[in-house]
């Protein structure tokens, strides 16, 4: 570790608390700022950061706990029937100090708590007076999915995660020995699962901070057609948007799907229908069998054979896009010998046209089968309470991360499912539905219409976006 480095992560850490909410303490922040490092390609809002947060007295030496199945965030009971054969399901277990070394005394806490939360036979509710509420319903929430869903045979991924401002570069043979005790215990629980413990130092940090979202992308094409200079079809070899939609690792960029469609459904039909176009061994090429991709982009040009596009967003097209990647990253084609092209449709459109935007989301995703409720942002109600909020100093972030991504403080934004969350708690007075089914509230009409409708007065949605902030002793965002 180099010597200067500790100075360049207090620095970085002392600017980003001042962009996030600086009434932390510096450890809170460090904790969280390591949970959206450690879990960077996710692009969690900081709502779901702060979810995962188990924090606190009888914590059982866990600072953080999420999980993921097929790279989407679990806040409740999903529906299990929606998920294919073999899903992913990833599990951070995240202990997060500010000190300036990893130490073996954070394993043997540790080691206890896993015994207890991850022992099936042993009930979570004879742990009420052992660990605190937010660990054992993250527990409780993570044993229901598993179970859920292992006739599915899921492909269960482990992480244990320790961050501090020490050298990981170096572990003492002591700590690496501790943990190879952890991760004996976790197999001992699920024998079948990739078990891995990570450290994240001061460089590790560093590093991840500075990889920054790319929103200016260039794509390699083989045809286009073009009506101007707002407006392009192309046709793109399979392997070109492959690598247009990962980054370095990979990685799908999730950031750069309409946030408002990103929830990938593996099982359903439509995905199985992609799954066997790209498997087939005829002659018919993709785009013959597939509706496409609709890609959002602030401004386009064109050099050779390849239009390079800023502020890209896809709007339509996510099923095809993930199945794309699966059938490309998981089968380790031969891809030099990938032929096969992809049917793109990109309008260039000022940012400043949101309405504009928001319709063309809408309609491009109405002629597919998804579901309403993921079209919730694009409501006019929801563009007016945006409006409303940012004539009080508020940002409304109907469209996930895009304050966060502008820098603008987490206490001055409010997310739909939190703003959903308070209204169902304090006007409807069903707190215990506003806890246990935060994701959902705004996917069922019968509470979306009770949340959000014409008649409700826009002081009243002001109101309850003070209420949950103020609740917070603790200076966090709510669970």
Not at 449 to 455: A, M, V
């Amino acid at each position: 570790m180099a010597n200067n480095d500790v100075i360049f992560l207090n620095n970085l850490l002392t600017q980003k608390k001042d962009e996030f909410d600086n009434s932390l303490s510096d450890d809170e922040f460090f904790e969280l700022f390591s949970f959206d490092q450690i879990l960077k390609k996710y692009d969690l809002s900081y709502d779901e950061l702060s979810y995962g947060d188990v924090d606190g007295g009888d914590d059982g030496g866990i600072d953080g706990f999420f999980f993921f199945i097929n790279d989407e965030m679990i806040y409740e009971k999903p529906n299990l029937n929606s998920f294919q054969k073999y899903s992913n399901l990833d599990l951070f277990i995240i202990q997060s100090k500010s000190s300036s070394s990893f130490s073996e005394k954070v394993f043997d806490r540790v080691i206890s708590t896993v015994r207890d939360i991850f022992n099936l036979e042993k009930s979570l509710d004879s742990l009420k007076k052992v660990y605190n509420t937010e660990l054992l319903e993250k527990a409780s929430l993570f044993r229901d999915t598993y179970l859920g869903i292992a006739s599915s045979h899921p492909i269960l991924n482990i992480y244990f995660v320790c961050s501090s401002k020490g050298d990981a570069s170096s572990i003492n043979i002591k700590v690496a020995n501790r943990a190879n005790n952890l991760k004996e215990v976790l197999m001992d629980y699920f024998s079948g699962a990739n078990i891995e413990i990570k450290y994240y130092g001061v460089r590790e940090l560093i590093n991840s901070s500075r990889v920054a979202k790319e929103y200016t992308l260039p794509l390699k094409f083989e045809e286009t057609l073009s009506k101007g200079d707002n407006s392009y079809i192309v046709l793109s070899n399979l392997i070109d948007y492959y690598k247009f939609v990962t980054d370095d690792n990979e990685d799908i960029r999730r950031y750069i799907f309409e946030s408002n469609v990103r929830d990938y459904q593996g099982g359903v039909e439509v995905n199985k229908d992609i799954k066997g176009s790209l498997e087939s061994r005829d002659n018919l090429d993709f785009w013959w069998l597939n509706n496409g991709i609709n890609i959002l982009s602030s401004n386009a040009s064109i050099v050779g054979k390849t239009i390079h596009l800023e502020n890209v967003q896809i709007v339509n097209g996510l099923q095809t896009t993930f199945s794309i990647w699966n059938y490309l990253k998981e089968k380790h084609r031969d891809l030099e010998n990938e032929k096969r092209s992809i049917l793109i449709k990109i309008i260039v459109l000022d940012q400043s046209l949101s309405e504009t935007r928001d319709r063309i989301i809408k309609a491009t995703n109405f002629q597919t089968a998804i579901q309403t409720a993921s079209l919730r942002a694009t409501d006019q109600i929801q563009r007016d309470i945006e409006e409303y909020f940012l004539s009080k100093g508020l940002f409304y972030d109907r469209r996930k991360n895009y304050y966060k991504n502008i820098g603008k403080n987490a206490t001055s934004i409010i997310s739909i499912q939190l703003l959903s969350q308070a209204f169902m708690a304090i006007i409807l007075r069903e707190p215990h539905n506003a806890r246990a089914k935060p994701a959902s509230l705004i996917k069922e009409d019968s509470t979306y219409d009770k949340i959000f409708n014409k008649s409700i007065q826009p002081e009243v949605y002001l109101f309850q976006s003070n209420t949950p902030l103020a609740c917070c002793g603790d200076g966090k965002l709510p669970r």
